[in-house]
């Protein structure tokens, strides 16, 4: 799954409802970090100046604390059944 990110005066902000008007980006969660080190949000948007991602992290960090409370399930390609 994709995470759309949008840009607002030099910051980074989730789209999760894909609805924000604009240029998007699109970013895997976990590979959020990645994408920050690697300024990768700033030449998608055409920005000189870094960028503020404190909003974005936060979310990210909010969505994985959700997600560790579940269980994850995985599917057997081969007969398509839960292990």
């Not at 902000?13 to 990645?34: E, F, I, N, Y």
Request: hydrophobic share 35%.
């Amino acid at each position: 799954m994709l995470l759309r990110v949008v840009c607002r005066d030099g910051s980074i902000l989730p789209d999760p409802s894909h609805r924000a008007p604009g240029r998007g980006a699109w970013v895997h969660p976990q590979c959020v970090t990645t994408a920050i080190e690697r300024r990768a949000f700033s030449r998608a948007f055409g920005l000189t100046v870094a960028t503020d991602n404190r909003e974005l992290i936060a979310y990210i960090e909010n969505v994985n604390t959700k997600n560790e409370c579940h269980t994850n399930y995985e599917m057997d390609a081969k007969d398509m059944k839960l292990k």
